[in-house]
């Protein structure tokens, strides 16, 4: 059983940036693909980025392209989420998720543990 701990989430300008943070306890993540997902107040959760287990293979959304980054370490079982120039639209509680399959998957299903999410609001 894993437990995942997202942090880094806050209130930002429009613009700024911030850096998420997701610690794993309980197993290695070195094996495992993980990712980020988001849900806005009275939307689906949806799919932000995702990396595979060597950090070769990344996928984001359209949206997020050319200004979030994922990465991982997987000496401190630790992935990252870079978010620059960020947009009112980008508010949402953040989740991240460990998958149970490799590549970079950016569909829900292929993930089985998750954590319980840090807020990011991005004002005009």
């Known amino acids: 059983q894993v437990t995942l701990v997202e942090s880094g989430g806050g209130l930002v300008q429009a613009g700024g940036s911030l850096r998420l943070s997701c610690a794993a306890s309980g197993r290695t993540l070195v094996n495992y693909a993980m990712g980020w997902f988001r849900q806005a107040p009275g939307k689906e959760r949806e799919f932000v980025a995702a990396i595979s287990y060597g950090g070769v293979i990344t996928n984001y959304i359209d949206s997020v392209k050319g200004r979030f980054t994922i990465s991982r370490d997987n000496a401190k079982n630790t992935i990252y989420l870079q978010m620059n120039s960020l947009k009112p639209e980008d508010t949402a509680v953040y989740y991240c998720?460990?998958?149970?399959?490799?590549?970079?998957?950016?569909?829900?299903?292929?993930?089985?543990?998750w954590g319980q999410g840090t807020q990011v609001n991005v004002s005009s």
């Open positions: 998720a460990v998958a149970d399959r490799a590549g970079a998957p950016d569909h829900a299903r292929a993930y089985n543990s």
